[in-house]
């Protein structure tokens, strides 16, 4: 069965430095991909980046980076310069490419950036 | 680019009551899924549309829970007759067929308060 876990309750940032987030998954079908959202405040659910389980490199998108280490089956988040505008909740999400196209989601972390 | 629109943004109703949530998907995109957050918990997959078909509708609570996507087009989800523990945050995501990615694109939600 699939599942995420995102144990990290709260996390607090200074502005302007980095933060990793983290997320552990669990999996039996080879190919699977891995997703982080943001949700603010205003509730839209914001696409961030994606790692494909056979991808070689870890996926970078601007300030976003998944920090990919497949044999311990984590994904974690990692956002560098952190800036105000990035206090938010982070869902981690996976898809099984063998079975169907849903996501299944962990219970999120919210992140706070101090000024 | 328009993207995933949701109404209304927030809903309240007694128990008992009928409730229709409806999503437009971005434009072109086949694929229509509906999430279901409930408090505390984790986002939870309720089913999946391709055009006008279901494709899995695994995630659907019970016969209460009626979704449909006449047209391929926007989608409805019907909750006849609301209960208490309905309440919670209902997300329509919409993703591109033939994408290796299938990035699913989120809308904000409707908040949904059953009394």
């Known amino acids: 069965a699939q599942k995420i876990t995102q144990t990290q309750p709260g996390m607090f940032v200074q502005e302007k430095e980095a933060v990793t987030l983290d997320c552990t998954y669990d999996?039996?079908?080879?190919?699977?991909?891995l997703f982080w959202y943001k949700q603010p405040s205003s509730g839209e659910m914001i696409f961030l980046i994606y790692?494909?389980?056979?991808?070689?490199q870890n996926a970078t998108e601007g300030r976003y980076s998944l920090n990919f280490q497949k044999a311990r089956k984590s994904a974690n988040l990692v956002i560098s310069a952190s800036q105000l505008g990035d206090s938010a909740m982070y869902f981690c999400?996976?898809?099984?490419?063998?079975?169907?196209?849903?996501?299944?989601f962990g219970k999120g972390i919210t992140l706070s950036v101090r000024p | 680019e328009a993207g995933v629109t949701q109404f209304p943004s927030h809903s309240v109703i007694e128990k008992g009551q009928t409730v229709t949530l409806r999503c437009d998907p971005i434009?072109?995109?086949?694929?229509l899924y509906w999430y279901r957050r409930v408090m505390g918990k984790e986002i939870k997959f309720l089913l999946h549309?391709?055009?006008?078909?279901?494709?899995?509708e695994s995630g659907m609570p019970n016969n209460r829970f009626l979704a449909e996507r006449t047209g391929g087009t926007y989608s409805t989800l019907k909750v006849q007759p609301a209960e208490l523990e309905d309440s919670g945050v209902y997300f329509c995501?919409?993703?591109?067929?033939?994408?290796?990615?299938?990035?699913?694109?989120f809308g904000a939600g409707t908040r949904l308060s059953v009394l």
């Open positions: 790692q494909g389980s056979y991808d070689q």
């Open positions: 999996t039996s079908d080879p190919s699977y991909g």
């Open positions: 434009s072109g995109h086949d694929n």
């Open positions: 999400a996976m898809r099984e490419y063998g079975a169907n196209s849903k996501l299944t």
């Open positions: 995501a919409s993703s591109q067929s033939g994408k290796a990615k299938n990035i699913q694109y």
């Open positions: 549309f391709v055009k006008e078909s279901k494709q899995d």
